[in-house]
């Protein structure tokens, strides 16, 4: 385990998911006679004792442990944390971009999911809204099926409970930043991404309304920096909507609160785009550069990505205050060691950049 004293964000499926069990919870879905007690924990900052827990979750009569948001490369030790929960006798069901990812991509042919499967652990594949109340009442009867896909059918987001952890929880991260989605799913196809095999290539959002109710519950308990998650949200179909509701909140109702965001490389194209987004409290803006070389961008499927308007997207951003954050990716066919070292001269002379982080 990677663990820091102050992740940087925290996961925003784990604040989903204890935003929907809220909801069960209020709606009392096991029945009136039934409390529903949620406890969130996120292991990038936290420590885990599968033995505490485990005694918890008995000395409140009957429980359930979900692993959420569960990347690849973090499966095999959610494996070894079901196997320690279900050693003390505690159900499991495990989630996320991994069991997902597998079902749409490889039809559920992994040998990690195997060893899950082997040893009882309830896998869930897609996306959770609308679906939690089964998984629930399935895990309080003590039946819980080896599989929920849910893959094929994605849910709106409008009206449904929204992202919330409470404030213990992100104050273990830097800044005590929390995290939203304001909308799922991607137009493009980018070889390198698993985005649009999961959550769709058609886009779905979350009205203003919502967006706000996710502020204004957060402000109550005291956190006022967020990290929208959506993977673009420029192509969010309800970008200007939601930026001109919280530019409204800033300048009218005197709120203060900052915000981070993803987008494309040509967001600075659409119009008053880059300008809402300072008006509404954007502070930083990371962007998926990728790579600079037009080979290796046509080869990954990111046509979209145009070298041309790298410079004139980092000076708008720079010319309002938004501090630029970009990710570049080593190791495309078209890559040598002599390549690399050159488009990196050339990197640091042509674009007005903050941050750039490389990844192979």
């Known amino acids: 385990m990677i663990q820091w004293f102050r992740s940087i964000i925290p996961s925003n499926s784990l604040a989903t998911l204890y935003g929907l069990a809220l909801d069960c919870a209020e709606r009392r879905v096991l029945g009136d006679e039934v409390e529903i007690v949620i406890h969130a924990y996120d292991e990038t900052n936290t420590r885990i004792r599968p033995d505490r827990i485990a005694k918890l979750i008995r000395d409140g009569g009957a429980g359930v442990v979900m692993l959420v948001g569960v990347q690849s490369n973090q499966f095999p030790r959610a494996t070894d944390l079901a196997r320690a929960f279900m050693d003390h006798g505690i159900q499991v069901v495990t989630g996320g971009f991994h069991v997902s990812g597998v079902i749409s991509m490889l039809d559920g042919i992994d040998p990690d999911l195997d060893r899950a499967r082997a040893m009882g652990v309830s896998l869930f594949a897609g996306e959770v809204e609308g ?36 404030a213990k929880v992100a104050h273990r991260t ?92 040509l967001c600075h194209k659409t119009p008053n785009f880059i300008e809402k987004c300072a008006l ?46 970009a990710g ?8 040598t060691e002599e390549s690399i070292l050159n488009d990196v001269e050339v990197i640091k002379r042509e674009l007005p950049l903050e941050f750039l982080e490389y990844s192979a």
């Open 131 to 166: 679906r939690l109340d089964e998984v629930l009442r399935d895990a309080y009867a003590g039946r819980l099926k080896p599989l929920y896909d849910a893959m094929s059918d994605l849910p709106g987001l409008e009206g449904v409970p929204v992202p919330w952890l409470p």
């Open 174 to 265: 830097a800044n005590g930043m929390t995290s939203f989605d304001a909308g799922r799913g991607c137009p493009y196809q980018c070889s390198f991404c698993t985005i649009i095999n999961v959550q769709g290539r058609k886009s779905r959002h979350r009205s203003a309304d919502d967006v706000e109710a996710i502020i204004r519950s957060n402000l109550a308990q005291g956190l006022r920096d967020f990290t929208i998650t959506d993977d673009n949200f420029a192509r969010n179909r309800n970008w200007e909507a939601i930026l001109d509701r919280l530019a409204y909140l800033r300048r009218v109702e005197g709120l203060v609160f900052n915000l981070n965001i993803q987008v494309d490389t």
């Open 280 to 325: 509404a409290g954007v502070k930083a803006a990371f962007i998926g550069l990728e790579n600079i070389n037009p080979a290796n961008l046509a080869a990954a499927k990111k046509r979209q990505n145009r070298i041309t308007e790298y410079r004139k997207l980092l000076l708008a951003m720079k010319n309002v205050g938004i501090m630029t954050y």
């Open 328 to 335: 570049y990716i080593l190791g495309f066919p078209n890559d």
